[in-house]
């Protein structure tokens, strides 16, 4: 199932239970409702970093300042070279060598679509879920197809595979987040998840440009992470507090 854009008042009882309601650390967070599409106009690589330009909607780019947080298709990157004006409007965000290994966007050819979405702060109405920006590695799209062929509307049926050291943190009716968006496992069959895709998600993200084989930036629900972390420190008498979650980039 797709969570579809709705004020998730359950999320927002779990960010004040982890942060306190009103907490005074300014603490932001994406949600995986995409906001809008951008265009790959450049990857650039360099001696020192990747630069990769995005071409986006003038609204999104002009709520931008030099050092702001952007998911791209999943990823958080800083923006930097902000142009509002330019034909496109466009940003540019450099790639650090962890993102370069851990996700798809070194790889992603100019005309690519990607996902754009701007960080809340955290303890606002959610439709989404916890999502941090924080890849944890890819997949590989093994089919997208639509459930009722020959019709303009229909949902779809998304599968992929995921590497083994992520099937832990997967269970039907869990949340996980791919290529930027907060999608509901439906299915999961050894390394294979399946999910349903609505119809307005298909048509308002990058998953309606995508084929079989390529490659998706995968981040498992990060308080399936933190729930094993404490069940394995609970005999040395760790405690999950606000503190923790700050120091450790939550």
């Known amino acids: 199932m797709n969570r579809g854009r709705r004020h998730n008042y359950g999320n927002r009882r779990l960010v ?12 932001y ?12 106009l450049c990857v650039t690589p360099t001696a020192g970093v990747t630069r990769i330009t995005i071409g986006a909607p ?3 780019v002009s709520r931008l300042n030099t050092g702001d947080s952007v998911a791209v298709s999943g990823v958080c990157l800083t923006a930097l070279d902000i142009e509002p ?21 070194s790889r992603l050819k100019p005309d690519t679509v990607v996902n754009l979405e701007l ?31 020959g019709t303009e509307t229909t949902d779809y049926c998304l599968r992929f595979t995921i590497p083994d050291s992520l099937t832990r943190y997967v269970v039907e009716k869990g949340s996980i987040t791919v290529e930027g968006i907060s999608l509901t496992v439906a299915a999961i069959r050894g ?9 307005h998600t298909y048509a308002a993200t990058s998953l309606r440009t995508l084929s079989p084989g390529d490659g998706l930036n995968i981040e498992v629900d990060v308080l399936a992470k933190y729930a094993e972390r404490q069940g394995e420190k609970e005999d ?7 503190q923790y979650l700050i120091a450790n980039g939550y």
């Open 191 to 199: 390394k294979e998840v399946e999910i349903a895709i609505i119809p």
């Open 58 to 60: 003038a609204p999104l």
């Open 236 to 242: 040395a008498g760790f405690v999950l507090t606000e």
């Open 119 to 149: 960080p809340t702060p955290a303890g606002s109405p959610l439709g989404g879920h916890v999502v941090q920006g924080h890849v944890d590695s890819t997949a590989t799209l093994v089919a997208l197809e639509s459930i009722t062929a």
């Open 29 to 40: 967070m994406f949600t995986g409702l995409i906001e809008t599409t951008g265009t790959v």
């Open 85 to 105: 004006n330019a034909f496109p409007a466009r940003f540019s965000a450099d790639l650090a060598a962890e993102t370069i290994s851990r996700t798809t966007l």
């Open 16 to 27: 004040d239970s982890l942060f306190g309601s009103g907490s005074r650390y300014p603490v």
